[in-house]
């Protein structure tokens, strides 16, 4: 059972900066594709970015240009880099974790493994 720890949220203001980290447990963390989904109050939970073993990214288009997702296999993290915050990025982010090294487990909301959340509340 691979263990995911998210920190990093927090309450910021329209246009500030965040940086989410997720901690696993895995020892092969190397070779999994991660990611991260957010779920905002009464909506359903949407994909935000995912990163394969090999580093590639993927970003949903309502992110795109103002996040960036990056791995550090070294100290098994994902990292999200979210600039220019906007009011509607506010929600729980859930980092995810898949064996399968490519992508689309993390985009489709299919992964293996996830985290309880960090809460990220933009005020405006």
């Known amino acids: ?3 995911l720890v998210e ?9 500030d900066s965040l940086r989410l980290s997720c901690a696993a447990s895995e020892r092969t963390f190397s070779s999994y594709a991660m990611g991260w989904h957010r ?4 909506k ?3 994909y935000v970015a995912a990163i394969d073993s090999d580093g590639n990214t993927n970003y ?4 795109k240009g103002r996040f ?3 791995r550090d296999n070294a100290k098994n993290t994902v990292n ?6 906007k009011s509607e990025d506010t929600g729980v982010y859930l980092c995810a974790a898949d064996p399968l090294p490519a992508r689309f487990r993390i ?15 933009v005020s405006s």
């Open 80 to 85: 999200l880099q979210m600039n220019s915050l």
């Open 39 to 42: 779920q905002a109050p009464g």
């Open 44 to 46: 359903q939970r949407e």
């Open 60 to 63: 949903a288009d309502s992110v």
């Open 107 to 121: 985009v489709s909301g299919r992964a293996a493994y996830w985290g309880q959340g960090t809460q990220v509340t």
């Open 68 to 70: 960036t997702i990056s």
């Open 1 to 3: 059972q691979v263990q």
């Open 7 to 15: 920190s990093g949220g927090g309450l910021v203001q329209t246009g």
